[in-house]
């Protein structure tokens, strides 16, 4: 389990004693997202996650919000049945204001993760805030560690490799004058189409299309084939109609200049937006 005591702010150690039947670490998965937490007695929770199309971070989320900005010393403690291991100085860390007091980077997240892997006990150690007299730690127990991380890691493993923010702006290219797709475009409407299935918080799917020459009542015509062609494919891969509007603008809303070839190939585009609820 998680543990957190409070001592005077002289103490090395804190006096907790771990509950090793009740500690217990918790995996939630999907395709979209692993998490693997554990529960910290009395404060709150200590999380593994990792998004789809996103790094792995640690995280301490806690029903007591911080009410300012300070530093935490971060070790590696040896558990208490294990008098071999030293402890080890893992640096200085942030803790932030509000119920989310840790958040680590990937590099120190997995650092944690093979601290755990050691049977070590990763330990966060800062004054009380409210009188700062008190000297609060938080541990994470390696007990029961390795049969989660196998079960995370499984997770990981069959985590989709494209998430949100990769997918949510996505342009399909075309040659001048043409509005069929080719294979890189198909490609990308199908990492839409199996996003689509696996995320069922998208409300609206957007196709916008567009040209790049002059002649506005042609490109008009041209940035609506344009539009059709991603439509009728969507159709094809099963994306719900009745999530996806389309607009066409001809040339309208250039993204570069029409002078050079590369300006007019980037102009010659169809724009797929999803659009979600946060």
């Keep these: 389990m998680l543990a957190i005591s409070s001592g005077p702010a002289q103490a090395v150690y804190p006096d907790y004693t771990l509950d090793l039947q009740s500690s217990q670490w918790e995996i939630s998965s999907n395709h979209l997202k692993c998490v693997m937490s554990q529960d910290i007695p009395l404060y709150g929770k200590a999380e593994f996650i990792q998004t789809a199309g996103q790094p792995m971070r640690m995280r301490v989320t806690t029903t007591q919000p911080a009410s300012q900005v300070s530093k ?36 120190r997240s997995k650092r944690v993760i093979a601290e755990l892997e050691r049977g070590m006990q990763p330990t966060f150690s800062f004054d009380d805030v409210a009188d700062g007299k008190d000297r609060v730690e938080i541990a994470v127990s390696p007990v029961r560690f390795q049969d989660a991380l196998q079960e995370f890691r499984s997770c990981l493993a069959q985590l989709f490799p494209y998430g949100y923010e990769q997918l949510k702006h996505t342009r399909i290219y075309f040659k001048p004058n043409e509005y069929y797709l080719d294979e890189k475009g198909k490609q990308a409407l199908k990492r839409l189409a199996r996003y689509i299935r696996l995320e069922k918080n998208v409300s609206l799917v957007t196709v916008h299309g567009h040209a790049s020459e002059k002649g506005r009542f042609e490109n008009l015509t041209l940035s609506e084939k344009r539009a059709n062609s991603v439509v009728s494919y969507m159709k094809l891969l099963k994306i719900p109609m009745k999530l996806v509007k389309k607009r066409f603008t001809g040339d309208r809303k250039l993204v570069a200049s029409n002078k050079s070839t590369r300006g007019r190939a980037l102009n010659q585009r169809v724009e797929v937006r999803l659009e979600k609820p946060f």
């Excluded at 010393?73 to 208490?80: G, N, Q, T």
């Design 72 to 107: 935490a010393v971060f070790e590696s403690r040896p558990p208490v049945w294990n008098h071999r291991a030293k402890k080890q100085d893992l640096g200085m860390v942030s803790l932030n204001k509000g119920n989310i007091p840790f958040s680590l980077k990937p590099t």
